[in-house]
C-alpha cells in the first residue's frame, strides 16, 4: 500500500474504504509493505508516508473478514525471528486464520542506518532468512516447544501461546535464482516471484523446480504468485489484462498481487481492480 498522496489526518479512513472495497471485490490478498520509510529507490522522497506493516495488518484484521492479509514481505533483519513469529500468531488469531508470514532478505540499507538498525551482509542476511524460518516452524508446533540454537539465533524456548489457528503459511519473496529460490525450495509454503512477462516467470519455475529436486521436494507443495503493475488495468484494458493473466495462470500461478499507483487506494480497488476479479478467479 501506497500512501504518499494522502494527508496524515486522512489515512485512518483511507485504509478503512481500501478495506471495504477489497472484500466487496472478494480479492483473495490484502498486504503492505514492511518498510519505515517510502522507498527513494523507487523515485519516492523517504518522507512520504509509511505505515508500520503489522499496526496496520492488524487495524485491517478487525475491518475483514475473508481476504488474506500479510506484508509482502518482512525483511529478515526488521524483527527478531522469534518476535516476528509471535506478532503473525497474534494476527493469525485475531484475523480468524487468514495470516501469512512473508519474509526476505532485506535491501533498504538507509532506513537501517537511519533508525540503527544492524544490516549485515548479504550472504548473513540469507543464513539469518532461513534461521528465521526455521524458528517459525517451531514456534507453530504446539508439541515443539523447546530451545532453538543457531547459527545467529538462540532461543531458550519457542512457547507461542495462542498457537495461530491456521498455522500461517510462510511465503518467501525474491527472484534470486541461486539462494532465494532454493530456500523457497527448502523450506516456503508459497513464493512471490517478480515476472514481467510469461518468459521470465517460465525460467523462474524451471529454476524453482530444478532446486525442488535438488532437496527433494515436490514443486506442486509451493504455492506460486507474482507481482505485477497492472498496466493494461491502470489503462481500462480489462480483456487485454485477463488475457495476461491466462498465460500466468497456465503456468501454475495462484495469485497475482498487483502493485497500486499512486492514487486513492480504495478507488483504484473499486474502479480499476474490482471489474477484473471476476474473469480472473475464473481463468
Not at 525483511?75 to 525471528?81: A, E, K, N
Not at 493469525?92 to 551482509?121: K, N, Q, S
Request: net charge negative.
Amino acid at each position: 500500500m501506497r500512501f504518499d498522496s494522502v494527508p496524515s489526518t486522512a489515512l485512518r479512513q483511507e485504509l478503512l474504504d481500501t478495506a471495504d472495497a477489497a472484500e466487496e471485490a472478494g480479492l483473495g490478498w490484502l498486504s503492505v509493505m514492511d518498510h519505515w520509510f517510502q522507498m527513494v529507490r523507487a523515485g519516492f522522497p523517504a518522507s512520504d508516508p509509511m505505515l508500520e506493516a503489522y499496526t496496520t495488518l492488524g487495524f485491517l484484521a478487525a475491518r475483514t473478514e475473508t481476504v488474506q492479509l500479510g506484508a509482502l514481505v518482512t525483511g529478515v533483519t526488521y524483527r527478531y525471528p522469534g518476535l516476528l513469529a509471535k506478532t503473525v500468531a497474534t494476527l493469525d488469531v485475531l484475523a480468524g486464520g487468514r495470516a501469512t508470514l512473508g519474509i526476505g532478505a532485506a535491501w533498504y540499507e538507509e532506513e537501517h542506518a537511519a533508525l540503527g538498525v544492524p544490516f549485515p551482509p548479504l550472504k548473513e542476511r540469507f543464513q539469518r532468512m532461513e534461521e528465521a524460518v526455521l524458528i517459525a516452524r517451531q514456534m507453530y508446533d504446539p508439541a515443539n516447544d523447546g530451545p532453538f540454537d543457531g547459527a545467529h539465533y538462540r532461543l531458550g524456548e519457542t512457547l507461542c501461546s495462542p498457537q495461530p489457528l491456521s498455522k500461517p503459511e510462510i511465503m518467501i519473496g525474491g527472484s534470486g535464482e541461486k539462494v532465494t529460490l532454493r530456500l523457497v525450495a527448502k523450506h516456503a509454503d508459497a513464493c512471490n516471484l517478480f515476472a514481467a512477462d510469461t518468459d521470465r516467470l517460465r525460467h523462474l519455475l524451471d529454476v524453482l523446480h530444478r532446486h525442488c529436486d535438488d532437496v527433494g521436494r515436490d514443486p506442486a507443495e509451493i504455492r506460486v504468485t507474482t507481482l505485477h503493475g497492472g498496466e493494461k488495468l491502470l489503462a481500462g484494458d480489462v480483456d487485454g489484462f485477463v488475457d495476461e493473466m491466462r498465460g500466468f495462470a497456465a503456468l501454475g500461478v495462484d495469485t497475482v498481487i498487483l502493485r497500486p499507483p499512486a492514487t486513492s487506494l480504495a478507488a483504484w480497488v473499486r474502479d480499476v481492480v474490482t471489474p477484473a476479479v471476476a474473469p480472473v478467479r475464473d481463468l
